[in-house]
Nanobody
C-alpha cells in the first residue's frame, strides 16, 4: 500500500521560509514520479513544482519561480519543497503526489497522479 506523508507546514510571516517534506513508502517499484501541488480555499488544486520526466526535469508555477525549489532524496524516498520569500498568496494546503511514469514521462496533470498525501497547511501572514 502506497503511503505519502507530508510534514513541515506551518504559519510564517511574509518573507519567511519553510521546507516541506514528503516521505513515500510502499511503492511497488523504484521508478515513480513525485510532485507538489497546492490548493487554496475556493480554488482548484494546482501544480506548484512538477517533475515532468524520470531524469528529474522540473517545471514550476509562474507564481513560485525563483522562490520554490523541489528536490528528492532517492535513498530516503523523500521529496522536499524549499519555499523562500513566502507571500500571503502562497497560503494553501500543500500536497505531494506520486504516480507511475509512462516511458520516461511523469504524469502531466493532477488527474494522472494515483497517490496523494493528506496535505500540510501553509499559512503566510502579511
Amino acid at each position: 500500500q502506497v503511503q505519502l506523508v507530508e510534514s513541515g507546514g506551518g504559519s510564517v510571516q511574509a518573507g519567511g521560509s519553510l521546507r516541506l517534506s514528503c516521505v513515500a513508502s510502499g511503492y511497488p517499484d523504484s521508478r515513480y514520479c513525485m510532485s507538489w501541488f497546492r490548493q487554496a480555499p475556493g480554488k482548484e488544486r494546482e501544480g506548484v513544482a512538477v517533475i515532468i520526466d524520470t531524469v528529474g526535469t522540473t517545471t514550476y508555477a509562474d507564481s513560485v519561480k525563483g522562490r520554490f525549489t523541489i528536490s528528492k532524496d532517492h535513498g530516503k524516498n523523500t521529496l522536499y519543497l524549499q519555499m523562500n520569500s513566502l507571500k500571503p498568496d502562497d497560503t494553501a494546503v500543500y500536497y505531494c503526489a506520486a504516480g507511475s511514469p509512462y516511458r520516461n514521462y511523469c504524469p502531466a496533470t493532477r488527474y494522472e497522479y494515483s497517490y496523494w498525501g493528506q496535505g500540510t497547511q501553509v499559512t503566510v501572514s502579511s
